[in-house]
């Protein structure tokens, strides 16, 4: 988390090791999501100190050779860190969930996942590394099988299968949909999607998926797993606890030990005043042209923006009334999962807030300067905004 200091172990004093009892079976702790809940800080986490886990009988597993390539040269010196700008690495079950859909659809996984060998060979990588390290306990952390049980159910008893007599713990966190949906949506205009604008038809797309209907995330996997441990998270909450690591290794309960690395957040967003603006570069510039625009905006946003994320209208009050009235059964089913209003503040669904995102798109480029951005062809688009968005 920013603002500590990072910890190492002495070197000197070999941690004490802690494999699993004959007599106890493993434990799986799946992590499957949701999108935008701090999964890239809590993967950075478990990739960053994944030996010292292991000393402790907590597996992170490698999916491919590239993760395991790391992981032998960090045992051989303790003091290189992992390669954490390799996705391959830092979020391997990642990379093992967008295999497995590649796999069901006939489709490919995204290139920043690349090399990736089959899937039963990333299940038996697996396995194999349980086998020889005998853990105790087996994290699988991924926020892309949030997509397993909308379409792919069978995918989740593919995971079960990796480790069918082991006891399996599930996490998962949600965010309220309008937070949820602002968020996912820059994620996606982030990695250069073409799409509407929320206020548009892009929000009522999302109503039908995983990204708004989150019975349908939850139902396969509890169906699956009725037996099994369920730590259904608020974000709100998990952000009151510190954030995704603390709060992961609060519920989950299973001994991490405290001189652990913190890695802090990873994975910056857009401001909301600037999604236009990426998401128009995006339907309007070249691919190499809305890449540079786009990373000005993640890398400068922060200082430009003159409005509070908070204060954005992204949606319109009367999405937000339609929004509030399709949640409202879903918001049943996750209050009566958990015995309690699962968003405290739903009400807030439905209350518009104070500045529409236009107005914020043109105070946030008014404080643009054109001759800040890195080729002339930029400039000029930027210019040519201004110029659209005054008239």
């Known amino acids: ?47 960053r100190n994944h030996l010292d886990l292991l000393q402790r009988g907590i597996l992170y597993p490698a999916v491919e050779v590239e993760g395991l390539a790391q992981s032998l040269a ?4 303790p003091d290189r860190p992992p390669a954490l700008d390799r996705m391959n690495v830092r979020e391997p079950h990642n990379a093992l969930a967008f295999r497995m859909l590649a796999q069901a659809t006939g489709g490919k996984p995204p290139a920043w996942h690349g090399n990736l ?21 087996v994290i699988l952390c991924s926020e892309v099988m949030s997509n397993f049980g909308s379409n792919h159910p069978k995918l989740i008893d593919t995971l079960r299968g990796i480790f069918p007599d082991a006891s399996h713990e599930l996490y998962c966190v949600l965010r309220r949909p309008d937070e949820y949906l602002t968020s996912w949506h820059a994620q996606r205009m ?19 998926s995983i990204h708004f209907d989150y019975k349908r995330l939850l139902v396969p996997w509890i169906k699956r797993f009725p037996d099994s441990p369920l730590h259904l998270r608020n974000y ?35 401001p909301r ?7 128009r570069g995006n339907q309007e510039l ?18 430009l923006n003159p409005v509070k994320n908070a204060d954005v209208e992204m949606f319109g009050p009367a999405l937000r009334a339609e ?69």
């Open 273 to 279: 005043a600037a999604m236009e603006l990426a998401r």
């Open 323 to 391: 929004m509030a009235e399709r949640f409202a059964p879903v918001q049943d089913y996750l209050s009566t999962l958990t015995g309690q209003p699962f968003f405290p503040d739903i009400d807030q669904l439905s209350a518009t807030r104070p500045i529409p995102e236009a107005p914020a798109t043109a105070q946030f480029l008014n404080q643009l300067d054109p001759s800040d951005l890195p080729d002339p062809a930029l400039r000029d688009y930027i210019a040519g905004l201004r110029r659209e968005i005054a008239a």
């Open 117 to 137: 060998p089959g899937v039963g060979q990333m299940l038996r990588a697996i396995r194999l590394q349980a086998d020889y390290l005998k853990p105790h306990t």
């Open 190 to 208: 982030r990695f250069g999607d073409k799409v509407s604008a929320l206020s548009d038809k892009a929000a009522r797309n999302y109503f039908p």
């Open 74 to 77: 960090g045992a051989l010196n």
């Open 1 to 47: 988390m920013p603002g500590k200091t990072p910890r190492r172990r002495n070197n000197h004093t070999p941690p004490r090791k802690q494999a699993r009892s004959e007599l106890a079976p493993m434990k799986v702790i799946i992590f499957f999501g949701h999108h935008k809940v701090g999964s890239t800080a809590l993967q950075a986490f478990f990739a």
């Open 236 to 270: 709100t909450d998990v952000l009151a606890a510190g954030g995704s690591t603390e709060d992961f290794l609060a519920q989950c309960g299973i001994g991490f030990p405290a001189d652990l690395i913190q890695t802090g957040r990873a994975n910056t967003s857009l």
């Open 286 to 303: 070249p691919a190499d042209q809305a890449q540079s625009l786009r990373e000005y905006l993640l890398e400068h946003g922060d200082r």
